[in-house]
């Protein structure tokens, strides 16, 4: 079993940064793939980025250039780093883990992100 902390709830003005991290305890074999989601009101929860253990990523083409994932798989730490956010990055994220990539198994409880002035 795997469990998920996220922490860094924000409100942002546009232009600004933030990052998220989440905290994974339990079964490590089943962080091989760890991501970013988020999900706005009434959408589904779509892929921002992606991070497997050796470090190769993947992100959506809406945040590329801006927001940079990483992890530190000695603490078992995933972060998310956010720059130039603008409105449109407003929504609920979700930290992910699974074996396979683009298929989550576990996920955080969600953490609010808010751009506006």
């Known amino acids: 079993q795997v469990q998920l902390v996220e922490s860094g709830v924000g409100l942002v003005q546009p232009g600004g940064s933030l990052r998220l991290s989440c905290a994974a305890s339990?079964?490590?074999?089943?962080?091989?793939?760890m991501g970013w989601y988020r999900q706005d009101p009434g959408q589904q929860r779509v892929l921002v980025a992606e991070i497997n253990r050796s470090g190769l990523t993947k992100y959506a083409d809406s945040v590329k250039g801006r927001f940079t994932i990483s992890r530190d798989n000695i603490n078992n730490m995933l972060y998310l780093q956010m720059a130039s956010l603008t409105p449109e990055d407003t929504a609920l994220y979700y930290c992910?883990?699974?074996?396979?990539?683009?298929?989550?198994?576990?996920w955080g409880q969600g953490t609010q992100v808010t751009v506006s002035t």
């Open positions: 339990g079964s490590t074999f089943g962080f091989n793939f």
């Open positions: 992910s883990s699974g074996l396979l990539s683009g298929r989550p198994q576990y």
